[in-house]
């Protein structure tokens, strides 16, 4: 199982980013992923996740309204659309992925996620 994160980098705020996470190795249509972010000093703290078929979604407050979940199973690829970024959101983002059904109780617990990417850092400059 492998996850590859990508699209980090530094932009204003305000500005607007797109993340991507690429599976290999496994039958991802199978994989609910999460995306987690973990500031310099903090825990990591989940953010988003999407289920298998696309057809729920979860947001951690601080995000909701701002951020976009999405996947194409046949794409292999989970993106999240970051808009109106804040100096806040300064991270190295994860994604992660588990077979494993996700409610709006767990889907934040990185304890839930079996497999993770590498991080891509993110910089939001005021």
């Known amino acids: 199982v492998q996850l590859q994160a990508s699209g980090g980098g530094l932009v204003q705020a305000g500005g607007s980013l797109r993340l991507s996470c690429t599976a290999s190795?496994?039958?991802?249509?199978?994989?609910?992923v999460g995306w987690f972010r973990q500031a310099p000093g903090k825990e990591r703290e989940g953010i988003s996740c999407i289920n298998r078929r696309a057809d729920t979604t979860f947001y951690a407050d601080s995000v909701k309204g701002r951020f976009t979940i999405f996947r194409d199973n046949g794409e292999r690829t989970v993106w999240l659309e970051m808009n109106s970024l804040r100096p806040e959101d300064t991270a190295v983002y994860y994604c992660?992925?588990?077979?494993?059904?996700?409610?709006?109780?767990?889907?934040?617990?990185?304890?839930?996620?079996?497999?993770w990417g590498q991080g891509t850092q993110v910089t939001v400059s005021s």
């Open positions: 190795g496994f039958t991802f249509a199978s994989y609910t």
């Open positions: 992660a992925a588990d077979l494993g059904n996700m409610n709006g109780r767990n889907w934040y617990r990185r304890s839930n996620y079996r497999n």
